[in-house]
Structures are given as structure tokens and as C-alpha cells.
């Protein structure tokens, strides 16, 4: 994975929990927001810590980072524009 799938796949979990955020606003709007802005910088911090990596040369890094992006999109792993689905 490259910085530009690395920044895809952080830009298909931010919208993906944007969605989700919006589904559940209805039910408690204020938690549905904090939920969505707790996950959103956690996913921001993982793709950010990636870049950082990847920029270094970090291999061992990059693969961490890599790894928990990944499983931070694995929700969403049969939805029709997740970035890994063709490149996997």
C-alpha cells in the first residue's frame, strides 16, 4: 500500500463513518456525533502515523500502520467502493 491507497482507504473509513453517524442521529443525536468525531480522529491518527512512516522508510512501521488501517476499514470490506476490494 502506497501513500495515495493509504490516504483512499482513510477517506473511505471517514466517510463511511460519516454515514453511520447520520443513521444513528436520529436515536441520540449528541452521542452519535461524539462517537463519530472519537472514531474519526482515531482513524485520522492511524492514517497520519502511516504517512509518517511510509515517508521515513520505515518498513516495519509502515506494515503496523498499514495493518491497522485495514482493520479499520474490515467493516466495510464488501461495500462496493472500498479501496482494497480491487487492489487485494
Same mark, same amino acid.
Given at each position: 500500500?502506497?501513500?495515495?491507497?493509504?490516504?483512499?482507504?482513510?477517506?473511505?473509513?471517514?466517510?463511511?463513518?460519516?454515514?453511520?453517524?447520520?443513521?444513528?442521529?436520529?436515536?441520540?443525536?449528541?452521542?452519535?456525533? #461524539?462517537?463519530?468525531?472519537?472514531?474519526?480522529? &482515531?482513524?485520522?491518527?492511524? $492514517? *497520519? !502515523?502511516?504517512?509518517?512512516? %511510509?515517508?521515513?522508510?520505515?518498513?516495519?512501521?509502515?506494515?503496523?500502520? #498499514?495493518?491497522?488501517?485495514?482493520?479499520?476499514? &474490515?467493516?466495510?470490506?464488501? $461495500? *462496493? !467502493?472500498?479501496?482494497?476490494? %480491487?487492489?487485494?
Amino acid at each position: 500500500m502506497n501513500e495515495h491507497t493509504g490516504t483512499q482507504l482513510y477517506m473511505f473509513v471517514a466517510d463511511r463513518l460519516h454515514e453511520r453517524m447520520i443513521a444513528q442521529y436520529a436515536d441520540d443525536g449528541q452521542q452519535a456525533v #461524539r462517537n463519530y468525531a472519537d472514531e474519526r480522529r &482515531a482513524a485520522m491518527r492511524l $492514517h *497520519e !502515523a502511516f504517512m509518517d512512516a %511510509t515517508r521515513a522508510g520505515d518498513a516495519a512501521e509502515t506494515a503496523k500502520y #498499514r495493518q491497522l488501517l485495514t482493520d479499520c476499514a &474490515a467493516e466495510w470490506s464488501e $461495500h *462496493e !467502493a472500498h479501496p482494497l476490494r %480491487t487492489a487485494v
